[in-house]
């Protein structure tokens, strides 16, 4: 059984792995194991503090086999972005040129340099080894976070965001940086993007152009890119579509991936999702159907995925091992998700794609 918890100091190891298994362009797991340290003391901060945690909370999660105790992935998120560290985006927008005398109505795309974001929840860090990326890990490890949101909702800011990655070839390089590097930086994206993850962010506001970037100026490559996600982020950002969240035109300064957003309350495992009491029992017919658990804690927090019954109560009844997995028992209380049959299709077809 595949089970959520707070990331702790001896998952340290399997994090470093994570960093240099997760590729290019992952700046919140830097290849630095000082910064990699501050990631998990964070959270170990926030999970410890809870309600009482600061609005820059860093809330990291691992994946556990519970039967190997091998740590398979990660996946996190930043209750407030922006509220120390300034977050930066390009907005797409359009200006219009008009002349009446000439006779001429010119509608241009321009990109600004922004700040929309600062004071939003992110959801980030998400890896998942290629080894477990099978059944329904990445579910697992993607949807849970919905779940703390809704349990935990003082925690989080009304606006929900996610960073997709954008386009790169497989040594790293970026189109749309490498029009920015020619004009106003002198840096591999690698580099670039490795500053960020130590959170040298200041050379963005230095460096990058102050007024907005006629997208026509830009070479073809570059605008080609321009809101498109990696071949590896399709997925993932076909899952966020499903839960509700939209591409406002607003993308990464490095590689121009799309950012997307939806309203917390809005999000859709957030609006399904319920709580109910917990029955444990011996054994659950064979049909049970699937859902995401998730028990109410913070610090002790567990999530999976496991069989169920409602009973004529309208308990929850659960059988003694997941009751473990999620360390709660009978009188519990769990937030749960279904998973019907439709959404279990749309997962084998989005993993199979």
Known sequence: MMVIRPIEARDFPALVRFAYESGHGFTSLPKNEP???VRIERARQAFAEG??????????????????????????????VGTEDAVYHYHLSKVVHTSRELGIHNTVDVLTLCNDYSGATEIC???LTPEARQRRNGFLLSRFRFLFMAQHPLFFADTVMAEMRGVSDEDGRSPFWGWLQK????MDLAD????????????????????PVYVSLLDEAAQAVIGKVHAQTVPALRMLERE?????????PFDAGPTVEARREAIGSVAASWEESVAVIDRLPEEA???????????????????YRIDDNGTLQIDAA?????????GGRLRALSLPARQLREWREEHAA
């Open 35 to 37: 910064q990699l340290q």
């Open 51 to 80: 309600p009482d945690a600061r609005g820059n909370a860093g809330f990291l999660f691992v994946m556990e086999d519970s039967e190997s105790g091998a740590v398979v992935g990660t996946s996190g998120i930043e209750a407030r």
């Open 125 to 127: 860090t998400l890896f």
């Open 183 to 186: 004009h106003f930086f002198s």
């Open 192 to 211: 670039a993007v490795h500053r960020v993850g130590m959170g040298q962010k200041s050379f963005i506001a230095e460096l990058m152009p102050h007024y």
């Open 244 to 252: 509700g969240f939209l591409w406002r035109g607003y993308i990464d």
């Open 289 to 307: 159907p699937t859902a995401l658990l998730t028990n109410g804690e913070c610090a002790g927090f567990r999530a999976t995925l496991a069989g």
């Open 322 to 330: 997941t009751a473990a997995a999620l360390r709660t028992d009978s």
